[in-house]
């Protein structure tokens, strides 16, 4: 998918970028790639711990995967925020 190699280009160039993290974590899971999803939520919020939507997105990839312990902990947080 194009969209997911241009935001796979927009990371290598600016890795720090957290919203190019989590637009490539939505393509993924959107794609089925639960595991690659999971990677790059968590990846966009090692860089903006504070931001709410990969913490919401996470959450979905985590209960997709059937971690539900860990999802429902994210949902949690998501909501604090």
Do not use: I, T
Not at 44 to 73: G, M, T, V
């Amino acid at each position: 998918m194009e969209a997911r190699k241009m935001l796979e280009d927009c990371v290598k160039e600016a890795p720090g970028y957290s919203d190019a993290w989590n637009n490539l974590g939505v393509v993924a899971r959107r794609m089925d790639d639960l595991e690659a999803a999971e990677g790059h939520f968590r990846m966009a919020l090692q860089l903006r711990p504070e931001a709410y939507e990969p913490h919401a997105n996470l959450a979905e990839a985590l209960s997709a995967l059937k971690k539900r312990d860990e999802a429902l902990a994210m949902a949690r947080q998501a909501l604090r925020l």
